[in-house]
T-cell receptor, first 115, second 108 residues
Framework: NAGVTQTPKFQVLKTGQSMTLQCAQDMNHEYMSWYRQDPGMGLRLIHYSVGAGITDQGEVPNGYNVSRSTTEDFPLRLLSAAPSQTSVYFC??????????????FGNGTRLTVT | GQQVMQIPQYQHVQEGEDFTTYCNSSTTLSNIQWYKQRPGGHPVFLIQLVKSGEVKKQKRLTFQFGEAKKNSSLHITATQTTDVGTYFCADATNKLIFGTGTLLAVQP
C-alpha cells in the first residue's frame, strides 16, 4: 500500500495563479482532510470530508475549495493564490467514526510558495 | 482561534534529561491523540487517550489524560537524540484539531 500520496512535493506560484494540490489514499478511508502548517501555528484544519460527496469547512477554509467525488481522492484547490497561502500542506486520512477517534495517516506534504 | 494550547512551545534538553509537554483545553475533550513530527517529516500517530485519568506508556513515553478531560501530558524519560521533533496533541472531540506543538531539541 502506498498510503497517502500527495503531489506535487514543491510548488511556486505567483499571486493570482490557481492550482490544485492532489491527494490520494489507497486504504479505503472514509475520512480525509487538509491541514496547513506554519511556524508557531501548528497544524490548522482547512477542509475535511467524511465520505464521497460530503465536505465541510475546518478552521481556516477561506481561499480554498475541495471536492470529494471518489473515496480515494481529495484535491485542494487554490483559486487565486495569495502570499498568505505560503505554507506546507498536509493531506491526511483515517477510518471515520462518529467520534473522530481513528488515527490520522499523513501524506509527505506539499511545500507551496506564493510570490 | 486555537482551542487546544500546548506548552512549552520549545524545549531544549541535554540527552538523558526528562521532558514534558502539556496540552490544555478550555472545554472537555472526548478523546485526545498525540503525534510526533520529525524535522522535515510528516506527523505520525503515537497514541490515543479516551478515559478520564488514563495513563498509557510506550517504552520511555508516558501519556496522561486529566481527570476532568481538559488536559493531557506527554512525558519522556531519559531523552535520546532520536526523540528530536515536534510533539502535537490533537482534540478528537469534533473533527481533529491540533495543538500548536512543542519542538524538542536534544543535545548529545
Amino acid at each position: 500500500n502506498a498510503g497517502v500520496t500527495q503531489t506535487p512535493k514543491f510548488q511556486v506560484l505567483k499571486t493570482g495563479q490557481s492550482m490544485t494540490l492532489q491527494c490520494a489514499q489507497d486504504m479505503n478511508h472514509e475520512y480525509m482532510s487538509w491541514y496547513r502548517q506554519d511556524p508557531g501555528m501548528g497544524l490548522r484544519l482547512i477542509h475535511y470530508s467524511v465520505g464521497a460527496g460530503i465536505t465541510d469547512q475546518g478552521e481556516v477554509p477561506n481561499g480554498y475549495n475541495v471536492s470529494r467525488s471518489t473515496t480515494e481522492d481529495f484535491p485542494l484547490r487554490l483559486l487565486s493564490a495569495a502570499p498568505s497561502q505560503t505554507s506546507v500542506y498536509f493531506c491526511a486520512s483515517s477510518r471515520w467514526t462518529i467520534s473522530y477517534n481513528s488515527p490520522l495517516h499523513f501524506g509527505n506534504g506539499t511545500r507551496l510558495t506564493v510570490t | 482561534g486555537q482551542q487546544v494550547m500546548q506548552i512549552p512551545q520549545y524545549q531544549h534538553v541535554q540527552e538523558g534529561e526528562d521532558f514534558t509537554t502539556y496540552c490544555n483545553s478550555s472545554t472537555t475533550l472526548s478523546n485526545i491523540q498525540w503525534y510526533k513530527q520529525r524535522p522535515g517529516g510528516h506527523p505520525v500517530f503515537l497514541i490515543q487517550l479516551v478515559k478520564s485519568g488514563e495513563v498509557k506508556k510506550q517504552k520511555r513515553l508516558t501519556f496522561q489524560f486529566g481527570e476532568a478531560k481538559k488536559n493531557s501530558s506527554l512525558h519522556i524519560t531519559a531523552t535520546q537524540t532520536t526523540d528530536v521533533g515536534t510533539y502535537f496533541c490533537a482534540d478528537a472531540t469534533n473533527k481533529l484539531i491540533f495543538g500548536t506543538g512543542t519542538l524538542l531539541a536534544v543535545q548529545p
